[in-house]
C-alpha cells in the first residue's frame, strides 16, 4: 500500500466527466489534509481541468485512453476497455498503489470490473451496493440497491452481515438494528428467498429486528433495511421521485402569486434547511461491499458536491478498513451458523 | 342489480370499524344524492353510531356476527368466517344487491374472499390491486401492489391491459402511456419475467412506452406503472415513509424558535395547499381488478375522509362499469396477440 492514503478517481466517468471530478478532487484536497487523489483518464482533458491547481504533492494524473460508456454492456467493457479510465482506476487499487477507487461511471460496468479486478472476499458470493439515506432519527443504511437481481435466501443473508458490519464501523453503532424488506409484518407474506432469509437471520447472532415495511427506511426505528437489488432499487428511485415531487409542488405553491412569493421569502432558512436535510447529495456515494478492496460509486449524474461527498466515504472506508472487517464479521457469522447445526 | 346503485360496506373492518365507516358513510351520503349504502356488520354497533341519522332510503345495515381479524390469515378467514361482515358484504355484490363493495379490512383475505365468492373475469388469472398516486402532472396509476408476489410474465402483462383499461374508464386518457417498472431503462437490466413481459408489451396494440423507474412514478411521463406486488407494494410505502419523514422535516424547521414559527404562520396557506396535494387520504382506494365485481380495498387507518374517498371511488367504477370493461379489453388483447402468432 501507499504509504500515503490515496484515492483514485475515476474521471470520465458519470454525466459529466472531469467537468465535475476534476473540481469534486480540488475541492475535497481543500478540506482533507491527508489523503492523496490519483485522477485517472485522458490525461489532456484532466490537465486542461485542473488549470494551474496547487496541490503537487498530493494530486497526480494516470492517463487511461478509453472511456467507458454510461449504456455500455458490462461484458463488453469489460472484454474491450482494459485501458478504460475506470478499470486503471481499479486496477491502481489492485496493485496497491491507491487505497479506494471512486467512479461515477455506469454501474454494472463498474461492478463487473471491480469484481474481476480485485475478487471477492472469500465466502461471500457477490457483492452488494449500499448507501445511507435520511431518516426521522438520522439515517439508514440500505443495501441492495441494483447489483444483484434475483437473490437466493444466502445472498440475502450474506448482504445483511456485511451490512451490518458496515454500519458498526462507519456509524460507531454497537449492534446495528438489521430489518428484512417485506410486503407486510405478518409472516404469512413475502416471497420464498425472503422468508428464509428471515428464518436464518432468526437464527443468526446479528440484531435482526424482522420483517420491516417500505416506510421503516424512513421512519428511524431500524438501521439496516436489507433486500434483492431489484427491490431495493426501486425502492430507493421512488422515494427520489417523491422528493422531487415534493419539490415541485412546494416551488408552485410558494410561487402562485404576490403573497404567497412574500411567504416563501419569509420561510426561506427554514426551507434551506429543509432543502439540506433530505438532500440526496449530502447521500452521494454508495459502497460495493464484499470486494478484496474499497470502490465508491457515485450517482452518474453527480454535481461537484455530491461527488466530493462519495470521495470522503471512500476516505472514511480507508480508515475503518471495511473490507478486512467484513471478511473477518462473514466468517465469524458462518462458524456460528456451522457451531448452530452441528451443536 | 338493485334499481339505484347500491355500494355495500364492510362496517367491521379496518383499524377503526365503525368508527370511522359509519361516519364516512353519511357524509357519502350528504356529498352524493344518488347511490344507497348497505353498512355491513355488527348491527348494535352500527345502529349506535348511526345515533338518529336520516337518509332512511338510502341507508341500510345488514347483520353479519362475524369479523376477520387485520392478521388472520387468509385461508382461516375464507374457511371459518362466512359471516364475517366482508363476506356478506362481498355476498351482497355476487347476488346482485350491492354493485361495488368497500372494506378497510386485511388485505389477503379480501382478495382470497373476494375471489372465491365473485370469481375471476374470463381469461383473467389473478386480481392485481391498483391505485393512483399524485405526480408531478397530476396522477399515475400503479399496479400491482401486494396480492400477488411472484409473478409471470404473462400476468405482469395481464395487470397492463387490465390497469389501461381503467384508467382510460376512470381518467378518460384515449391511450394510457403504459411503464414497466424496471431497475434501468437499458434493455440489459431488469429479471426475467419482467424481459419477457417487455417483449409482449411491445407486440401488443397497447400505448407501451417501455421501461421506466421509480422516480418515474412521480414525474408524469407515466399514466400507468406495472410490477409485480412485492416491488409495487414496496415502492408505494418507501414513497409513504419519504412523505412521512418530507411532514417531519418540515415540521421541526418550523418549530425551532420564534423567528421560524413566525414564518410557518406567514406560509401556513402554502403549506396546507401542499399537504392536500400530497395528501395520501385524497388517494385512499385501491381497486382490486380482474373480479367479476367492483372491489375497493381501503388503507386499514384510513380516517373519515379517506374512508369517504374510497366509497367515491367504488362509485365511480359503477358507473364506468369496470368489470365489464375490463372483460372486453382482455378479450381483445389476448385474440389480438392470436391473430398476430398465426400471422
Known amino acids: 500500500m501507499a504509504e500515503r492514503l490515496t484515492i483514485a478517481l475515476d474521471a470520465m466517468g458519470g454525466d ?48 487511461a485512453s478509453q472511456e467507458v460508456g454510461m449504456d455500455e454492456a458490462p461484458s463488453r467493457a469489460l472484454r474491450n476497455k482494459k485501458d478504460s479510465s475506470m478499470r486503471v482506476a481499479l486496477d491502481l487499487v489492485k496493485n496497491g498503489k491507491a487505497n479506494a477507487c471512486v467512479s461515477a461511471g455506469n454501474t454494472g460496468a463498474l461492478m463487473a470490473t471491480a469484481r474481476f479486478v480485485l475478487k471477492m472476499l472469500p465466502l461471500v458470493d457477490r457483492p452488494a451496493i449500499i448507501t445511507a439515506v435520511p431518516s426521522v432519527q438520522g439515517q439508514t443504511h440500505m443495501l441492495d440497491l441494483g447489483a444483484n437481481v434475483d437473490c437466493t435466501a444466502e445472498h440475502l443473508f450474506q448482504f445483511a452481515v456485511m451490512g451490518s458490519e458496515l454500519v458498526t464501523a462507519v456509524s460507531g453503532i454497537e449492534a446495528p438494528k438489521v430489518g428484512l424488506l417485506n410486503i407486510g409484518e405478518e409472516e404469512i407474506k413475502g416471497n420464498e428467498q425472503v422468508k428464509q432469509a428471515h428464518e436464518r437471520l432468526v437464527a443468526s447472532t446479528l440484531n435482526y429486528i424482522g420483517y420491516v415495511e417500505g416506510d421503516d427506511i424512513y421512519l428511524g426505528g431500524v438501521d439496516l433495511v436489507v433486500s434483492d437489488g431489484f427491490v431495493g432499487n426501486i425502492a430507493l428511485k421512488a422515494s427520489e421521485g417523491v422528493a422531487k415531487l415534493v419539490r415541485h409542488v412546494l416551488r408552485l405553491g410558494f410561487k402562485r ?22 438532500d440526496p447529495r449530502r447521500y452521494n456515494g454508495a459502497s460495493l461491499l464484499g470486494l478484496k478492496g474499497i470502490v465508491i460509486k457515485s450517482h452518474g449524474g453527480a454535481d461537484r458536491l455530491a461527488f466530493e461527498n462519495a470521495i470522503h466515504i471512500a476516505e472514511k472506508e480507508i480508515y475503518c478498513n471495511i473490507p478486512e472487517r467484513i471478511a473477518q464479521q462473514v466468517s465469524r457469522q458462518l462458524e456460528a451458523e456451522q457451531q448452530r447445526s452441528t451443536a
Open 16 to 63: 459529466h466527466g472531469p467537468d465535475v471530478v476534476v473540481a469534486s478532487a480540488l475541492e475535497f484536497l481543500r478540506n482533507s489534509k491527508e489523503t492523496a487523489l490519483i485522477l485517472v483518464g485522458k490525461e489532456d482533458a484532466i490537465v486542461q481541468h485542473l488549470g494551474g491547481a496547487a496541490f503537487a504533492d498530493r494530486l497526480s494524473v494516470q492517463h
Open 257 to 278: 402569486n404576490l403573497l404567497t412569493r412574500f411567504s416563501g421569502l419569509v420561510a426561506l432558512p427554514v426551507l434551506k434547511r429543509f432543502g439540506r436535510t433530505v
